[in-house]
Nanobody, 119 residues
Framework: QVQLVESGGGLVQAGDSLRLSCAAS????????MGWFRQAPGKEREFVGV????????YYKDSVKGRFTISRDNAKNTVYLQVTNLKPEDTAVYYC????????????WGQGTQVTVSS
């Protein structure tokens, strides 16, 4: 089992940028894909993007394409979500998750980091 801890969130203005980090520990030797999700109050958790173990095949939710970029540094056991041109509607708790089984599901989740975008 892998443990995940997100960081890097905060209060920013519309148009600002942030880089969120997801640090993994424990069972980190698996070649699992890593995903980012977010959840706003009163809304269901939604998919943001995913990256393969190798860093290839990134895939993003349509509404964030061109603004959000996922990367990973396996030597540091860390996955990143670079967000640019933030909008108030991006306000949410952002979570990272690991697909440990390689089956498209995400078994391990972090506790999230809050991103608040003011207008």
């Amino acid at each position: 089992q892998v443990q995940l801890v997100e960081s890097g969130g905060g209060l920013v203005q519309a148009g600002d940028s942030l880089r969120l980090s997801c640090a993994a520990s424990g069972r980190t030797f698996n070649r699992y894909a890593m995903g980012w999700f977010r959840q706003a109050p009163g809304k269901e958790r939604e998919f943001v993007g995913v990256i393969s173990w190798s860093g290839g095949s990134p895939y993003y939710k349509d509404s964030v394409k061109g603004r959000f970029t996922i990367s990973r540094d396996n030597a540091k056991n860390t996955v990143y979500l670079q967000v640019t041109n933030l909008k108030p509607e991006d306000t949410a708790v952002y979570y990272c998750a690991a697909d440990e089984g390689g089956d498209g599901s995400f078994e391990s989740w972090g506790q999230g980091t809050q991103v608040t975008v003011s207008s």
